[in-house]
């Protein structure tokens, strides 16, 4: 069983910083393909940013700049740090764990984190 859990929203100023942690259960960290999501209120979820096991990155143009991915395996944990935070950053973050070795791929997903940025 794989477990998602992401800490670090919360409520910050436009210009500020925020770093969010996600901490992962289960031994398939190490190689597993990880990422950040976000989804604010009426639109559809979007990819932030992605981290494979080898710790190629990869970014949406709105995060590129400003918002960095990194994991350390070790601690079985991923981070998004977010710079130069905008209002339309404003969204819930989710966790991803992309497992691509199973039949079809399969897909864990954390319960979220709350990013609020005011303007």
């Known amino acids: 069983q794989v477990q998602l859990v992401e800490s670090g929203g919360g409520l910050v100023q436009a210009g500020g910083s925020l770093r969010l942690s996600c901490a992962a259960s289960?031994?398939?960290?190490?190689?597993?393909?990880m990422g950040w999501y976000r989804q604010a209120p009426g639109k559809q979820r979007e990819l932030v940013a992605t981290?494979?096991?080898?710790?190629?990155?990869n970014y949406a143009d709105s995060a590129k700049g400003r918002f960095t991915i990194s994991r350390d395996n070790a601690k079985n944990t991923v981070y998004l740090q977010m710079n130069s935070m905008k209002p339309e950053d404003t969204a819930v973050y989710y966790c991803?764990?992309?497992?691509?070795?199973?039949?079809?791929?399969?897909?864990?997903w954390g319960k979220g984190t709350l990013v609020t940025v005011s303007s």
């Open positions: 991803n764990m992309y497992i691509s070795w199973l039949p079809g791929g399969m897909d864990y």
């Open positions: 289960g031994s398939s960290f190490r190689i597993s393909r």
């Open positions: 981290i494979t096991g080898g710790g190629t990155t």
